[in-house]
C-alpha cells in the first residue's frame, strides 16, 4: 500500500496560534502564513495548501465535471497562487483570492476547449462511456455505486438549464455554503446581481423538477 | 413570481435575504416547511401569507433537494506533495 509521504508543513501549533476554528481566527492564520509565503517560506504556503485544497477540489468540481480536470487545475491554481503570492497585497482574504483563482481557471478551461462541459451518457460511446465513469471515482479511489452515478447524471441533466455562470454561483452557494458577499467577491459582481441570480436560477430547476416529476406520473 | 425580486415589499426582500441566509444542508433533503422552521419568525410568518414568498421558499427548497445528490469533490492524499513537487520543478525550469 502507497504511504503518504510525511509532510514538513507547519501545524497550527508551530504557527504559536490557539487552533481555533472560528472563521475570524482562521483568516488571522492565513495572513500570517501568506506573510511568510511571501518571504519565500515554502512550509508555510504548504501550510497554505493543505488548509484550502478541499474548498478548491469543491469549487472547481462544482464547475468541471471530470476528476482529472479538477486534479489538474486544482494544481493549477496552487502554482498560480505561489508565483504570483508577493503581489498578493491581502486587501481581500487569502481564500477569496484563491477561489477567484480558482474559477477563472475552471471557465478558462473551458472557453479553450470550446466545448459544453455536460455531457450525458446517453450521448457517449462505450469507450467514452466508460472513461466518464472512471472519472467519477470517489477521492479514496473506490468507484461511485450506480445509484450515485444515476443520481448525479440527474442532477446534472437539471443543472443544464443553466449557464456556466448562474450553475457556479448556485453551486456555491447550495452546495458549498458560500455565502452572497463571498460569491460577489469571487465572481466580482454586485451581491445584488447574485441574489437576482439565485433567485432565477432556483426558478429554472424548480421547473424542471416539477417537469420531471409530472413526466414521470 | 419574478416580480418578487422586484417588488418593493420589506417583508419579501427581508425573506430572499434570510433564504440566502440559510446554512447548506448538504446531502439532506428536507421540505419548505423544515426552511420555513429556520426562518426568524416574522419571515417564518411572512412565508405563510404571501404567495409570492411561499413559492420563492418552495423553490429553495426543491433547488436545495435536487443539488443534494451533487458529488464534492476532495483532494487525494497525495495532492500536496504533488502541488510542492511541481513548484520546485517549475523553478528549476526557470
Not at chain 1, 492565513?30 to 509565503?37: M, N
Not at chain 1, 469507450?127 to 479511489?141: K, N, R, V
Not at chain 2, 429553495?60 to 520543478?89: C, D, H, Q, S, Y
Amino acid at each position: 500500500m502507497a504511504r503518504v509521504p510525511k509532510t514538513e508543513a507547519l501545524t497550527l501549533r508551530q504557527l504559536g496560534k490557539p487552533q481555533t476554528g472560528g472563521t475570524f481566527a482562521r483568516g488571522e492564520e492565513d495572513r500570517e502564513l501568506v506573510k511568510r509565503a511571501q518571504k519565500e517560506d515554502k512550509q508555510a504556503f504548504e501550510t497554505l495548501v493543505m488548509r484550502h485544497q478541499n474548498r478548491v477540489f469543491a469549487v472547481a468540481g462544482g464547475i468541471l465535471r471530470n476528476r482529472e480536470d479538477v486534479e489538474d487545475i486544482a494544481q493549477q491554481v496552487f502554482l498560480k497562487a505561489y508565483f504570483s503570492i508577493k503581489r498578493f497585497d491581502q486587501r481581500a482574504a487569502f481564500s477569496t483570492w484563491l477561489y477567484k483563482i480558482t474559477v477563472n481557471e475552471c471557465w478558462d478551461l473551458l472557453r479553450k476547449r470550446k466545448v459544453r462541459p455536460l455531457v450525458f451518457e446517453a450521448e457517449l460511446s462505450q469507450e467514452q462511456t466508460q472513461a466518464y465513469q472512471a472519472s467519477s471515482e470517489q477521492s479514496d479511489g473506490r468507484p461511485d455505486t450506480s445509484e450515485q452515478l444515476a443520481a448525479r447524471q440527474q442532477v446534472e441533466e437539471l443543472m443544464s438549464c443553466l449557464d456556466e455562470r448562474d450553475r457556479t454561483m448556485l453551486v456555491l452557494k447550495e452546495v458549498q455554503g458560500f455565502s452572497v458577499e463571498e460569491i460577489a467577491e469571487i465572481m466580482e459582481i454586485n451581491a445584488n446581481t447574485v441574489k437576482v441570480r439565485l433567485f432565477r436560477a432556483r426558478q429554472k430547476i424548480t421547473e424542471r423538477v416539477r417537469r420531471r416529476r409530472g413526466a414521470e406520473r | 413570481m419574478g416580480y418578487l425580486m422586484n417588488r418593493e415589499s420589506g417583508n419579501c426582500r427581508k425573506l430572499l435575504e434570510a433564504l440566502d441566509a440559510l446554512a447548506t444542508g448538504r446531502n439532506i433533503r428536507l421540505s419548505a416547511e423544515h426552511w420555513r422552521a429556520e426562518l426568524p419568525p416574522d419571515e417564518a410568518e411572512h412565508a405563510m401569507v404571501c404567495d409570492a414568498c411561499r413559492a420563492a421558499l418552495e423553490e429553495f427548497a426543491e433547488t436545495r433537494n435536487a443539488l443534494a445528490a451533487m458529488k464534492v469533490e476532495e483532494a487525494g492524499p497525495w495532492f500536496t506533495a504533488r502541488v510542492m513537487a511541481a513548484i520546485a520543478a517549475k523553478e528549476r525550469e526557470d
